[in-house]
């Protein structure tokens, strides 16, 4: 099974929304994660009704598309970030922007411009499966999905198969911006999915936001994915570069 990183152990994502918190700062904040040692980044591609997103990446979104943020220009980034950064960049966003800029251009300028997979919540699996995988392996392309609490062991299995790169392990039934620690009835559930035998490294999000929650999660699974704490810290920066390093050093320790 490919995927997307080298190392298996302790993977740290973060989710960043394109445009945010000023038009231009994508690049300069995707350099400075890959910098101070994140693995891989999920770069949000903003959108009017982001389902799945807390109320902290969907303040962050209506802030771009009002700076100006386009797909277009989201790939024009991803093109310059390609200039120094080689880590893993994965969009995540929403069906119905891949149908507007048109899927195979999509997939095929992401692909251009050194974009590694996708997270398209709302994208159905059976519409994957037969309109879009053969195209996404052929171009080597990853394709991500998530599974909750919620999702029965055999849908987790088909999940899990149509997977490539990690499969998103939500760590509850709810939107992202959760600032509880992991508790046991979560710790059941990442254990249950040990029991499955799936063949994609897992990284659990949702709810991940400080070195304690990192590492509990990095316990029973691969590694985690970081977004609205990050966008957080963005909100009020005026030194980007300072805030990434500090924000990285405050999950990974002191080592990094």
Do not use: W
């Amino acid at each position: 099974m490919k995927t997307l990183f080298k190392n298996k152990k302790n993977i740290l994502n973060i989710y960043l929304t394109a445009g945010y918190p000023k038009l231009e700062d994508t690049v300069t904040i995707v350099q400075e994660l890959a910098k101070n040692g994140v693995a891989m980044v999920e770069i949000g591609m903003p959108f009017s009704d982001p389902l799945a997103d807390g109320t902290t990446i969907q303040n962050s979104s209506a802030i771009a598309i009002q700076n100006g943020i386009t797909l277009a220009k989201i790939f024009n980034q991803i093109t310059e970030i390609r200039k120094t950064v080689t880590i893993p960049i994965v969009l995540m966003g929403y069906y119905n922007q891949i149908l507007q800029y048109g899927a195979d251009s999509f997939f095929k300028k992401a692909k251009e411009v050194g974009v590694n997979g996708f997270i398209i919540p709302d994208l159905p699996l059976d519409i994957y499966k037969t309109e879009y995988k053969a195209t996404l392996e052929n171009l080597g392309l990853d394709m991500i999905f998530l599974i909750t609490p919620q999702t029965t062991d055999a849908r987790i299995k088909l999940l899990d198969e149509a997977s490539s790169g990690f499969l998103y392990v939500v760590s509850s039934f709810a939107t992202t911006g959760s600032q509880n620690d992991i508790v046991q009835k979560q710790i059941d559930y990442f254990k249950r999915l040990d029991k499955l035998a799936l063949t994609n490294p897992r990284l659990i999000g949702f709810g991940i936001h400080n070195k304690t929650t990192f590492d509990t999660a990095c316990q029973f699974a691969n590694g985690a994915i970081i977004g609205s704490a990050f966008i957080k810290a963005l909100a009020n920066t005026n030194n980007i570069k300072q805030t990434v390093k500090e924000f990285v050093k405050s999950v990974l320790g002191e080592a990094n």
